[in-house]
């Protein structure tokens, strides 16, 4: 079948089926094309919660479709390929959270949302790249563990007073954008604003012009006067920032910021996921209670101090 086939026949199964389908910024672009919604994990499953289908088929990874599952425990929500992972939610396990926290009892647990049901459930708060920085100022103890990524807790620690320490993890797509490239790339666009995502390495961050999640890019570069942008994050934002800034030029820091998990959902997983009912991410709520307890409790901290987003 041709994309425009799938693309037609997955409507109308979702149609059929009260469905929706929510695509994360990172996927392929027919994907995007066809989505309900767009944006970054938590946004979409905000909005999931919010709708009154019967069925979420979420094209990204693991960690968003349990979070969708977590905010809308009645819906049936598919991931397309079950083996979409997250490397980085991957590198902290609940066991281990578990003895750092004893390790560390004064320190109140940040989880980025990029992280396990699990992991979440053992955590004080998450956050997101767009409001780490007032999730991290907000909690009441003076020191604070951010897991998983050590990119985004370095990038924080610069605007708290708080004692933040981390957990090493990180995104092996972001890390793969090395500060040489970066510079190369500026060297070679002189006029354009390098754009880049808190989970990029510290050097990285340095050469930025903004830094921000990948929702604050499409308002970035909205917004934002200038006609050449260096986008420092995975390639599948482009799509959107293309198709909404037709007469701006976007360019790539790297070649290699493609994420392999969020590629392995093609239309044809879709279909099939669909067409099956299969693939079906749920939480039990042993642990779905309290990881919506740490997501809840970082919605209900007041914007009032937006840096980030
Ligand atoms: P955001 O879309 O929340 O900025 O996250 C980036 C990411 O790496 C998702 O996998
Ligand atoms: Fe995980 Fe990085 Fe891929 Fe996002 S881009 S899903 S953080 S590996």
């Known amino acids: 079948m041709e994309n425009i086939e799938l693309q037609r026949e997955i409507k109308r199964l ?53 979070s969708a599952s977590i905010l809308s425990p009645d819906k049936t929500v598919i991931l397309p390929r079950f083996d ?9 396990s609940a066991d281990i959270l578990v003895d750092k926290k004893r390790e560390n009892p004064e320190a109140a647990v940040v989880t980025y949302v990029n992280s396990s049901a699990d992991v979440k459930a053992e955590s004080d708060i998450c956050c997101t790249s767009a409001n780490a920085i007032r999730v991290v100022n907000s909690v009441k103890s003076d020191t604070v563990l951010m897991t998983p ?15 933040v320490f981390w957990w090493e993890g990180y995104c092996p797509t972001h890390d793969r954008l090395k500060a040489q490239e970066a510079l190369e790339v500026k060297a070679k666009y002189p006029n354009a604003l390098f754009v880049a995502h808190p989970e990029c390495r510290p050097d990285v961050l340095e050469l930025a012009d903004h830094i921000c999640s990948t929702s604050g890019m499409y308002e970035y570069a909205k917004k934002t006067d200038n006609e050449e942008f260096i986008i420092g994050t995975e390639m599948g934002i482009l799509y959107r920032l293309r ?45 779905r209670i309290p990881a919506k307890e740490a997501l809840d409790r970082m919605l209900a901290v007041p914007r009032d101090q937006v840096l980030m987003e």
């Open 84 to 92: 979409a992972g997250c490397p980085m939610a991957d590198m902290i």
């Open 149 to 163: 990524d050590k990119n985004l807790a370095k990038y924080v620690s610069k605007f708290t007073e708080k004692k």
């Open 243 to 287: 198709k909404d800034n037709p007469k701006k030029k976007f360019i790539l820091a790297s070649k290699s910021l493609v994420c392999p998990n969020m590629k392995l959902t093609t239309l044809k997983s879709v279909l099939n996921a669909i067409v099956e009912m299969k693939n079906v991410v749920s939480v039990p709520e042993r642990t």
């Open 14 to 66: 979702l149609k059929e089926k009260n469905g929706i389908l929510l695509a994360h910024n990172y996927q392929r672009d027919e994907i995007q094309e066809i989505a309900d919604c767009t944006g970054d994990s938590l946004g979409l499953s905000i909005e999931a919660a919010e709708t009154n289908c019967d069925v979420i088929v979420f094209c990204g990874v693991h960690f968003m479709a349990e």
